[in-house]
């Protein structure tokens, strides 16, 4: 069986076909520039590149485009459409209206339209990538795999913010979460890797990247996750302010003469490591200056680490103990300093870390980083949010 899976943006789509016998990719690539002048297709296969450079207007154009590319004699990995079994489609929000993989129908895309306005960055690109496969190949199945179903089961207490019950059930609004597809990956991998059920596991996964967040699994389910009703909250990040008390937002924005759209933009894309250092979002940039001596990088530094313990340390008490920590995601795999910022000082917890073991070079592979007498084990798992969104759709059919 072949999954195709769609992550689709609002001038991107990324794409990957996995053969689900061997959960290998067979091609996989991006399209760029959806949209605008200078469209693009990188595909990759046969352990090679291909470039297309082709204007695409619109994301039925860049699909056409990856199937004629995916059947292509010299780039293509398949004969035709016919082997691709199903499409899974990567959707960031799932409001109440969704609580697991659905598959996709007149139904389902009307009630997609009616929760779009709940990621406004995110699920209206969704939509059109789904809308452009249903053009493209009428007939195939295919699902709405989402972001927020692995959160689907915290309890109510966890979920809801404190705000009037009505307006919680008119509006829909409370705690959602993201990157759940990552947060089941590399959970279930570290169940898997240690030869134990996850039932019977307490995790905390740290899925920190561009964009950060943490999640307490217990038994196999979240029982709770830092981002929020958006992906603004929680730890701060690349460029978001993560967790603020809001009476500050609102001073922030008379101040600076903002509307309350402008202040949301302002702390979605302007503030966390690169708004406090004013150096970068790039966590490799903000090594190399604070490195070199500068104050504000090793601040920024200091303030994700430390947010991130503080989100273990409450997690341990909602969890009742701790067996797993996982990082994963870019800086999660990569950053030995912010992997030992983030457990240093839980000695006291049983979290100790093996600093020798922590400086590994990335392999794509599991490493255990923990000392041989913690009683929590510390684990880097390379996540595939891919590979759980082909899982899911093939599981749905
Ligand atoms: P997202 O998917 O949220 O855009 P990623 O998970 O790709 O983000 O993480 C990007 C972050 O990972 C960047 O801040 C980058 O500096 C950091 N990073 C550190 N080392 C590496 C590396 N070797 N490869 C890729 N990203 C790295």
Do not use: W
Not at 83 to 105: C, N, P, Q, W
């Amino acid at each position: 069986m072949k999954i195709l899976v769609i992550n689709a943006g609002s001038s991107s789509l990324k794409y990957q076909l996995i053969n689900m016998e061997t959960e290998e990719v067979v091609a996989k690539g991006t399209c760029e520039r959806i949209g605008i002048d200078g469209g693009k297709l990188t595909h990759k296969a046969h352990g090679e590149t291909f470039v297309v450079e082709q204007e695409l207007p619109t994301h039925t154009d860049a699909i056409s485009l990856v199937l004629k590319e995916l059947v292509d004699e010299k780039a293509g990995v398949i004969s035709s459409m016919d082997e691709i079994d199903a499409v899974g489609h990567r959707v960031v929000a799932s409001g109440e209206a969704f609580k697991k993989t659905t598959l996709v129908s007149d139904e389902a895309m009307k009630k997609m339209d009616e929760i779009a306005e709940l990621a406004p960055l995110h699920n209206p690109a969704a939509i059109l990538g789904v809308n452009a496969c249903r053009a493209v190949m009428p007939g195939k199945k295919m699902a709405l795999v989402f972001d927020t179903s692995f959160h689907a089961t915290m309890p109510e207490y966890a979920y809801l913010y404190a705000v009037d019950y009505d307006d919680y059930k008119k509006y829909q609004v409370r705690k959602y979460g993201a990157h759940g597809t990552s947060h089941k990956f590399v959970s279930q991998a570290a169940a898997e890797y240690l030869g134990k059920d996850p039932a019977e596991l307490k995790i905390i996964t740290c899925h920190l990247g561009n964009g950060s967040s943490i999640s307490a699994v217990k038994g196999g389910k979240c029982i709770d996750t830092s981002m929020g009703f958006t992906p603004l909250a929680g730890v701060p990040m690349g460029t978001r302010s993560g967790d603020i008390d809001y009476a500050a937002v609102e001073f922030l924005c008379r101040k600076k003469g903002l509307s309350m759209a402008e202040g949301l933009n302002y702390l979605n894309k302007k503030c966390g490591m690169l708004g406090v250092s004013g150096v970068s979002s790039d966590f490799r940039d903000l090594a190399a200056a604070a490195d070199g001596g500068n104050k504000r990088a090793q601040l920024a530094l200091d303030m994700f680490a430390y947010s991130c313990k503080k989100y273990v340390g409450a997690y341990m008490a909602a969890l009742g103990g701790l067996d797993v920590i996982v990082f994963t995601a870019g800086v999660g795999e990569n950053t030995p300093s912010v992997r030992a910022g983030v457990v240093s000082g839980l000695e006291a917890f049983g979290v100790k870390l093996d600093y020798k073991k922590n400086q590994y070079k990335n392999d794509g592979a599991v490493h255990e980083i923990s000392a041989d007498d913690s009683a929590v084990k510390i684990l880097v798992i390379p996540t595939n949010e891919e590979l759980v969104i082909a899982r899911e759709t093939a599981a749905l059919l």
